[in-house]
């Protein structure tokens, strides 16, 4: 099952989308890569940004920030990179 998200913006198109994740981190470089029918991971300037995603659902695209699972959460403590 994954991880529920909380909603950070939403937007009618991936454009609309972008624009407002743009907002969000006051930047121009947004990139969405799909990685599922339904989901995108977002990347800006500085790359991956692990923790948000953009998830389509009921008709609009939903910026969401992820949380971090137990074993991630385990992991970055073990192996800080």
Known sequence: MAAKGKLLASAPSLD??????????????????KTSDDTWSVANGKGLQKGYKV????????FEEVPETKAESLLARIDPK
């Open 16 to 33: 609309g989308i972008k624009e407002m994740i743009g907002k969000y981190w006051y930047s121009k470089e947004i990139v969405l890569q």
């Open 55 to 62: 998830v389509l659902k009921g008709g609009r695209y939903r």
